[in-house]
């Protein structure tokens, strides 16, 4: 299986998939642990993160998977949503906590 596939499979096969360094108890870059803990402000209690450190194809895969070129990389139902500037501020306008159905701030 091809990182693109695994990619796929994962962003597809669960509904909120976050791509980051670390995990979401050890985050190993602020950016990263920024993210978790706006999807833990949205309530997000079944999180799949993917640690592209331990997996270099597919720490590049996902950058050319959503040609997007910095991870974090959130992903909602399948669909690119955005790295932690993007979560930021879609948070902060309440569009986030909308997407995953949470309570708006």
């Not at 985050?27 to 799949?48: N, R, Y």
């Not at 592209?52 to 399948?78: C, F, H, S």
């Amino acid at each position: 299986m091809s990182a693109h596939d695994k990619i796929d499979a994962t962003v597809k096969g669960n509904p909120v998939v976050l791509y980051m360094k670390g995990t979401p108890a050890f985050p190993m870059c602020g950016f990263s642990g920024t993210a978790v803990q706006i999807l833990k402000a949205c309530g997000v209690d079944s999180l799949v993160a993917v640690n592209v450190l331990e997996d270099e194809e597919v720490r590049q895969g996902i950058k050319d998977y959503a040609n997007w070129p910095t991870i974090p990389q959130l992903y909602v139902n399948g669909e690119f949503i955005g790295g932690a500037d993007i979560m930021r501020e879609m948070y902060q306008s309440g569009e986030l906590q909308a997407l995953l159905g949470g309570k708006s701030a």
